[in-house]
C-alpha cells in the first residue's frame, strides 16, 4: 500500500475509535441526558438529522484535512 494511503486509512480508523470511544464515555456518565437527547432528535424532521448529519461529515472531513495536510 502506499505511504499516503497507509496513512489516511490510520487516521480514519483512529478517528473511528476516538469517536466510539467518546460515545461510550458519554453514554456512561450521562445515561438520563442522553436517553432525553435521543429522544428529541427522534421527535425532529428527517431531513433536519440529515443536514445536521451531513454538516458533521463535511466538519469531519474538513478537520482531517486540516490534520493530514
Known sequence: M???VSI???A????LGLAIAMEGILY???P???KRMMAQVIALPSGTIRG???GAAFAGV???WLVLG
Open 8 to 10: 489516511l486509512w490510520t
Open 12 to 15: 480514519l480508523w483512529t478517528a
Open 32 to 34: 438520563d441526558a442522553m
Open 62 to 64: 474538513f478537520i482531517l
Open 28 to 30: 456512561s456518565l450521562f
Open 2 to 4: 502506499d505511504e499516503p
Open 52 to 54: 445536521v448529519g451531513i
